[in-house]
């Protein structure tokens, strides 16, 4: 199974736009959407004929009021500070609370105990062209990089059950966590990158993680035109750095009227320059492998 992941090292550079156009390209493509906080390529996908499982993203410290004698040992030894004392009555903050356990463990009355946090979901959706699998991951809930891998152990057993041997991740922005969990063992990287100080800045921070990962990275320079010169500076250090460059996409506000319409650019204006780089890149790093 080769998984290849789109990534960026900043938000906001066209990466999930980019993805949506390659999942329209080919029949029975499996996508996974790898951005559990802010999952958004459901919305140009528009999958239906949902699945819907519940992810454990750790536990939560409630307590029995019943038992309970308020004498806030519990927030003296938080060092989260998810618990205080209101009104004489000892609470715990369920989006600060991160779920360590010790607050249960020193309680003198064994008033407090963990339940599962079980606010956040996974799905599995067919859309026009094949297969999405994505997650939400509720707010202020942990294990982002978890959730990750389970969106991507699910989308492997879709692609094995379709007899399909590439799934192509959409990842998320950054380098933490859920990109590392994107990244650990996929094949190939598309960097999508813009030209901007903090878009070349971030590209070079997402390559090198890339690179430390062992797997090869190709960058695709989005809207170039607004910036020729820098543009033209990253390409010079993808040069030094031997990253091919696989593209260079115009500004086209087409892709903006694609979004509205939730189609991606390839069905919105198959014929236009955009979509005719974007068809160029899928061959060259995705189809023709």
């Known amino acids: 199974m080769k998984e290849i992941v789109i990534l960026s090292g900043k938000g906001g550079t066209g990466k999930t736009s980019i993805s949506a156009a390659f999942a329209t390209l080919q029949a029975n493509t499996v996508m996974a959407d790898c951005d559990v906080d802010a999952a958004n390529l459901y919305l140009i996908l528009q999958p239906n004929n949902y699945r819907e499982e519940t992810y454990i993203s750790g536990n939560i410290a409630v307590i029995d009021y ?24 000892v609470e ?22 963990m339940l599962p946090s079980d606010n956040s979901r996974w799905y599995i959706g067919t859309y026009r062209n094949g297969t999405v699998v994505h997650a939400r991951l509720a707010p202020g809930e942990e294990n982002s990089g978890k959730l990750v891998s389970v969106v ?16 192509l991740l959409d990842g998320p ?20 990158t813009e030209p901007t100080k903090s878009g070349f800045h971030d ?3 997402i390559a090198a993680l890339v690179q430390n990962f062992k797997v090869k990275p190709f960058v695709l ?6 910036n020729t010169a820098l543009s033209h500076e990253i390409e010079n250090w993808c040069n030094v750095q031997e990253i091919p460059l696989v593209g260079k996409l115009p500004f086209d506000t087409k892709v903006v009227e694609a979004m509205i319409q939730c189609k991606s650019i390839i069905e919105y204006a198959p014929t236009c320059e955009v979509s005719n780089i974007l068809k160029q890149v899928y061959d060259k790093v995705i189809k023709n492998d």
């Open 66 to 89: 019943n038992i309970c004698i308020a004498c806030a040992k519990c927030v003296t030894y938080c060092r989260f500070d998810a618990i205080s004392v209101i009104n004489d009555k």
């Open 92 to 113: 715990i903050s369920s989006t600060a609370c991160e779920g360590c356990q010790l607050c249960a463990r020193i309680c003198p009355v064994s008033a407090i105990s």
């Open 152 to 167: 991507r152990d699910q989308a492997r057993k879709v692609a094995e059950e379709k007899n399909q041997t590439t799934v």
């Open 173 to 192: 922005p950054g380098t933490g966590c859920p990109v590392i969990s994107s990244l650990t063992g996929a094949y190939k990287s598309i960097l999508v």
């Open 203 to 205: 590209l070079k921070r």
């Open 221 to 226: 320079i989005n809207k170039y035109d607004l």
